[in-house]
């Protein structure tokens, strides 16, 4: 079984999802950048211990992975899902996981990159955009995509409607495509 670590920034309802799914892995720890994130009651909640990582405490992006790595060795992680991350993995991240970071974005990549992937589609206009789930590269979301799944944009909704429809998109997608990573031996 692999053992995950899940890597978070915020509310983690896509955390929770992918313990629901009871997927056939481990979750060693939640690596946490912001100390009132909801995310971390979430993962106190199913006993899944927290590393909270202050950029502040660091000098450098390099310091703050290494730091980072140690807790991840420590644990014993063989690979790293980013749930609402919003920080852009390093080449110190990247060298010691390669092709072993997975993100989930709210929008069909290529398009709509960055962090407000939902209100930049809204915001363009667009009647289609999506869920992209890719593995992390050294861009900022040009990693390989792993599975896609649109999403309409109704001529009626509100940014906050197309929201939740995307993140119940999320929710499924995210468990459904790590399955089929760790049943094909890809994580
Ligand atoms: C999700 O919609 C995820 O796709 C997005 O943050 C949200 C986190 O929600 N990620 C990005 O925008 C990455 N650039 P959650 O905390 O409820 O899972």
Redesign the pocket.
Known sequence: QPVIAIF????????DALIAAKLPMRVGCLICDQADAP?IQRAQGHHIPVQLVNPRDYDTKAEMEKAILAGLSARHVTAIL?????RIIGPTLLAAFPRRIV????ALLPSF??????EDAYRAGVTKTG?TIHFIDAGV?TGPVIAQQAVAVLPTDTVEQLANR??SV?HTLYPQTIRQLIEEGVL
């Open positions: 978070a920034s915020g509310n983690g309802s896509n955390f995310v980013l749930a609402g991350y919003m993100n989930i974005h709210p990159p960055g962090r407000h992937g939902i869920v979301d995307i993140h999320e």
